[in-house]
């Protein structure tokens, strides 16, 4: 057996969890042996043709044209063999993914039961998913009586009621409960939420924005808001940031970390080797149960922190995507704190207020907005933008706010 799916066998080992002194037996569920053995099979095929490209440079006697192109190919397979190894690490981690479990206590389960048939839904097999932090999530079966149709989020007001605890649907749990039963993950509420608002101006001289944006809502509480500026305006702009959301929904979705996501996509960039096709990335997480936030900058204009009349700059010094074969990414955190908002700008606002000149323009101009919900904010700085560049839009102009306040 090779040496990964010796580590991944150990690390898929069971025990038994202990707790104050007395032995606490858990179910877990798992994916069958046979598919865990074929995933860790191919992990192991990866790491091996990984292996294949994994050697040093060592340029030979020949014009520079050969050694340039010599050292392209050697880049390009450095690039392949750290896809290889993330893709390995990948289904490593899915083929030991185990989900553990505890049944709700005899008298919980009862009232829950009960409770519900009396509103006409059907509940079956409900359980206990430990989170972290000692937070608690609900795995359970439901189905409605009649053929009758109710929304989760009402399901979950009720469970809500009935354990004295506040519940939400998961993202991935089915939006309706019917008649035929359906599984749901109800999790518990975040300490905090989020709004988000965007406005948007088209370069004048073009019919559509090289900038893009896009929110991802995912499990266990975190928002991630990310915008892109494509190369330019117009058409080509528009393909090259939207190709870079495209690709970073696709990988955070598939499970990749945010930092190895982001060097993919730069790597592909970087292969392409295309001098004017370097879109930036600005990207911002938001733990909504910590109230805290991460955000990763690769060539994007700067951010701002605005907390009651007082505003941060928040930058970084990395050049766009697709300028070197590995980006380093150091992400900026911030702690959150109730009526906070974080404010994302394309280029295109920050040269229409002269900041090369005198950064506290835009600064000030965040200070003064007393608006409070996202979308008036981003409105008001993007016609504070206009007005600031003599109602020119000399180049594509975009303004995120994302509002944050407690739950």
Not at 32 to 48: G, I, M, T, V
Not at 242 to 257: H, I, P, S, T
Not at 307 to 314: A, H, I, P, Q, W
Not at 330 to 344: S, T
Request: aromatic content about 6%; overall charge negative.
């Amino acid at each position: 057996m090779p040496d990964l799916t010796k580590q991944a066998a150990e690390r898929c080992g069971f025990g038994v969890m202990r707790h104050k002194g007395e032995v606490k037996e858990l179910q877990t569920a798992q994916i069958s042996d046979l598919c865990r053995r074929r995933l860790l099979n191919y992990a192991d095929s990866f790491q091996e043709l990984a292996k294949s490209y994994d050697w040093e440079f060592e340029p030979e006697q020949g014009s520079r044209e050969t050694l340039l192109m010599e050292r392209r190919l050697w880049e390009n397979g450095q690039i392949i063999s750290g896809h290889l190894h993330e893709m390995a690490k990948i289904m490593t981690e899915a083929a030991c993914e185990v989900l553990t479990f505890s049944p709700m206590e005899g008298r919980k389960r009862r009232m829950l039961v009960q409770a519900l048939a009396e509103e006409g839904i059907h509940v079956e097999g409900p359980c206990y998913l430990p989170r972290e932090d000692g937070r608690k999530a609900i795995v359970l079966t439901m189905s409605t009586q009649k053929n009758a149709k109710v929304s989760a989020e009402d399901a979950a007001d009720m469970i809500s009621v009935l354990l004295d605890r506040r519940f939400a649907p998961s993202t991935a749990s089915p939006y309706m409960l019917e008649g035929l039963p359906q599984s749901f993950i109800l999790e518990e509420e975040a300490g905090f939420l989020v709004l988000t608002g965007f406005s948007r101006a088209v370069k004048e001289t073009e019919t559509v924005s090289g900038d893009n944006y896009a929110v991802l809502e995912a499990e266990k509480g975190k928002v991630t808001v990310m915008l892109s500026d494509g190369t330019g305006s117009g058409e080509k702009a528009d393909r090259e940031s939207g190709r870079v959301l495209d690709l970073m929904e696709k990988m955070l979705g598939a499970g990749y970390g945010t930092d190895t996501a982001i060097n993919m996509v730069n790597t592909a960039f970087y292969a392409a080797d295309e001098d004017s096709n370097h879109p930036t990335l600005d990207l911002c997480e938001i733990d909504l149960y910590e109230g805290k936030c991460q955000m990763r900058k690769v060539g994007g204009a700067a951010s701002f922190l605005k907390r009651s009349g007082m505003v941060e700059k928040l930058t970084a010094g990395n050049l766009p995507l697709g300028v070197f074969q590995q980006v380093e990414i150091l992400p900026i955190c911030r702690n959150l704190q109730d009526d906070d908002y974080v404010i994302m700008v394309s280029d295109g606002v920050m040269d229409a207020f002269g900041v090369e000149e005198d950064e506290d323009l835009m600064m000030n101009a965040i200070a003064g907005i007393q608006d409070s919900n996202p979308g008036e904010i981003a409105d008001r700085l993007l016609r504070m933008a206009i007005r600031a560049s003599g109602g020119r839009i000399q180049d594509d102009m975009t303004v995120g706010v994302i509002g944050i306040w407690k739950n």
